[in-house]
């Protein structure tokens, strides 16, 4: 237990630091900023979810000492307790039904879609700080984005906003309160897993993950991930705040969508040759666009109904992928 608490010291020092990096300005600080979940989970992974809660609480509380109370809800509601929550069904495990012996563990689609949810969570909870009904949050979001490029330009305050090579700043600050919230809520889900991945693979390097590495191509979110976001999407033609709200959720669940839509293509791709380059083109395009995601979120959908991956293993001969 010593030890548990030790490592649950380090990290919180450790997620600590590199969340409060951000206050540096510098580009590099932003990367450091999203890897501040990492040292959280690797506590949590790799020696006890307790590790990782300790390690959540020293680091929201090293930052309330250093700046303030504010940045103690902050740390803790938004990538604190999602990391520490994730770790705890991580490492959830039943016997496996059927067999003697052998573990269930919680599967990865499961982590997926809380890791969308917490996403979300976490923006929706931030959006009252800007105002309480859609108006009053678009202007109060408008404005913090012209403060911020006011001060990135060095443009005084009182000066109309010039940004070079945008003919039309105004529209890009429209542009920018429309588009950011979901955005938000994609990159957060985003920094979540791939910090709950890296995560694991240093626990398993070392030696100290306790779950066998999954095969992630047999991703697939719950059943009832599709309906969340049916009601979701339905909730967007409400509009007003509810549907900014609403927005949120289903930007972080067609990504979490999109997830099982690349899970879909590795399993369906085993055994064709020239795999690798398909997959490497795949992530390419996606990098690019952006819009293909899209694509992958209905792949990830029609996944649910039609069962690709079962399909084409049926096809080649290969063992059948479970879901």
Aim: charged share 10%; net charge positive; hydrophobic share 60%.
């Amino acid at each position: 237990m010593v030890q548990v608490v030790l490592i649950g010291l380090a990290a919180g020092l450790a997620a600590a630091l590199l969340f409060a990096s951000l206050v540096s300005g510098s580009l590099f600080s932003f990367v450091l900023f999203y890897l501040a979940p990492l040292p959280v989970m690797i506590a949590g992974l790799g020696w006890s979810h307790v590790a990782a809660l300790i390690a959540a609480l020293v680091a929201a509380a090293g930052l309330a000492a250093a700046f303030g109370g504010f940045l103690f809800a902050a740390f803790l509601v938004g990538l604190g307790l999602p990391a520490w929550w994730i770790c705890y069904l991580a490492l959830l495990a039943r016997p496996a039904v059927g067999h003697s012996e052998g573990l269930e563990w919680y599967p990865v689609g499961g982590l997926v879609l809380w890791a969308a949810l917490l996403a979300a969570l976490g923006i929706i909870l931030a959006i009252p700080t800007f105002g309480t009904d859609a108006e009053s949050f678009h202007a109060g979001l408008r404005q913090a984005f012209d403060r911020l490029l006011h001060a990135e330009t060095n443009t005084p305050s009182r000066e109309s906003l010039t940004l070079p090579g945008i003919s039309d700043p105004d529209g890009l600050l429209d542009f920018l309160v429309i588009v950011t919230p979901p955005a938000a809520a994609v990159v957060s889900t985003a920094t979540s897993l791939a910090n709950l991945w890296l995560a694991a693979r240093i626990a398993n390097l070392s030696g100290r993950l306790k779950r066998p590495w999954p095969d992630l191509g047999t991703t697939a979110l719950p059943r009832h991930a599709s309906v969340l976001l049916a009601a979701a999407m339905a909730g967007m033609l409400i509009g007003d705040l509810l549907g900014i709200v609403a927005g949120v959720l289903t930007a972080s669940l067609l990504f979490a969508y999109a997830l099982v839509g690349l899970a879909v293509l590795h399993a369906a791709t085993r055994g064709i040759n020239g795999r690798g380059f398909v997959l490497a083109g795949i992530y390419a395009i996606v990098a690019v666009f952006k819009w293909p995601a899209l694509l992958l979120s209905l792949l990830g959908l029609a996944d649910l109904a039609l069962d690709f991956r079962r399909r084409a293993a049926k096809r080649r001969g290969l063992p059948e992928t479970r879901t």
